[in-house]
């Protein structure tokens, strides 16, 4: 892994104790990872990112294996590497298969996905490559999914698209 591009924070630094609660609750034996320790260093935007990312983690209803098929692809789409490592034992332990999370990281979408993991990876893909989504694909996930979980799927390509956009440009 390369050198981050800024100074994550240190144990040492200042750091509001009830934000750093917040944020070791979400995390494995409450162990910061690097992502962690670069939001650190501004207060505002490690505060939204966390109340953010608890929500699409927690509270969605969207099955979070789906939801983890998204952040996979995300991952493997934007070249963010550390986003993928996190991400997949995730996937894995919600459901899916080693040998889905593989061909996630293929430019072809594989029959062994089901029609709603077919829809949720076109998503995936037209969203993260150039924003705009096919309507026939969301009409045919509200069909599916309904629409609060249509609007979970898109919102969880969004933030998980910043979650890898800011890892890359850091070099997190």
Request: charged share 25%; aromatic share 8%.
């Amino acid at each position: 892994m390369a050198k981050p591009r800024v100074t994550p924070w240190q144990d040492s630094d200042p750091v509001d104790p009830a934000l750093l609660k917040s944020i070791q609750a979400r995390r494995p034996g409450g162990e910061l990872i690097g992502i962690d320790r670069v939001l650190l260093k501004s207060f505002p935007l490690a505060t939204g990112w966390n109340e953010l990312m608890v929500r699409v983690r927690k509270e969605f209803s969207l099955s979070l294996e789906y939801r983890e098929l998204i952040m996979l692809r995300v991952a493997w789409l934007n070249k963010a590497a550390f986003e993928w490592d996190v991400h997949y034992p995730a996937y894995l332990d919600a459901g899916g298969t080693a040998e889905k999370a593989a061909a996630l990281e293929e430019s072809i979408i594989s029959p062994q996905f089901d029609e709603t993991e077919t829809l949720l990876i076109r998503l995936t893909d037209q969203s993260t490559h150039g924003v705009l989504v096919d309507e026939n694909v969301i009409e045919e996930l509200k069909i599916r999914l309904g629409e609060k979980e249509t609007v979970e799927a898109v919102a969880t390509v969004a933030a998980y698209n910043m979650v890898s956009r800011f890892l890359v440009a850091l070099a997190i």
